[in-house]
């Protein structure tokens, strides 16, 4: 239990770096499509352009939780280095659970993607 603080600023030092990195990565590879502007672009989109537009969005949204899922591995491997740590032991567990969910959906978001590839690849009718 005295080692529980240590593992814990391992944990938040990790997470920490993680989300300056993810904040920096995300902000640069979506800041030509905000939110409101996706949906919008979403509900309307007719045109290639509309639909490579879209698949970069879910590409960097999938590049997202690519990178939360590695965070959260990082968070499992420094709390299971002390498994006599309960409290340790129960956020790895957690952590690998977040992670795996956070690679299904950059699963997701890649094949939506390239549903929207496929479509700006047709001739326009």
Not at 36 to 53: G, M, P, W
Not at 68 to 86: F, G, M, Q, W, Y
Not at 95 to 122: C, N, P
């Amino acid at each position: 239990m005295k080692d529980f603080p240590r593992v814990f600023s391992w944990i938040a030092a990790a997470m920490l770096v993680g989300l300056v990195a993810l904040g920096a990565g995300v902000a640069a590879q979506t800041a030509k499509l905000t939110d409101a502007q996706f949906k919008e672009l979403a509900k309307s989109a007719k045109t290639t352009n509309d639909h490579v537009k879209l698949a970069a969005y879910y590409r960097a949204h999938a590049a997202e939780h690519e990178a939360d899922a590695k965070l959260h591995d990082e968070i499992v491997t420094l709390s299971r280095k002390n498994p006599t740590d309960d409290q340790a032991w129960e956020l790895g567990r957690a952590a690998a659970h977040y992670a795996e969910h956070s690679r299904e959906a950059a699963e997701a978001l890649r094949d939506l993607a390239v549903v929207h590839d496929g479509i700006a690849q047709k001739p326009a009718k």
